[in-house]
């Protein structure tokens, strides 16, 4: 199951450039993970400093 980003989103980029699929995609007001390109590698929720990326 894909991971899933919270409103604890600040938007900060670090997840996006963690991804090795590019699965993350800047949104309105937060970044969005596409559910189909995500590997479930965990990548970016390591990089998040607010732990706004859970485990869908």
């Known amino acids: 199951m894909a991971y ?3 409103d604890a989103c ?3 980029g670090l ?3 963690a991804c ?3 699965a993350i995609s800047e949104g309105s007001p937060t ?3 596409d559910p ?3 590997i479930d590698c ?3 929720a390591g990089e998040c ?3 706004a990326i859970i485990a869908g």
Request: glycine share 4%; aromatic share 4%; charged share 20%.
């Open 4 to 6: 899933q980003i919270t």
């Open 10 to 12: 600040v938007a900060c």
């Open 15 to 17: 997840c996006k450039d």
């Open 20 to 22: 090795p699929v590019e």
């Open 31 to 33: 970044y969005t993970i």
């Open 36 to 38: 189909d390109a995500c």
């Open 42 to 44: 965990g990548s970016c």
């Open 49 to 51: 400093p607010n732990e």
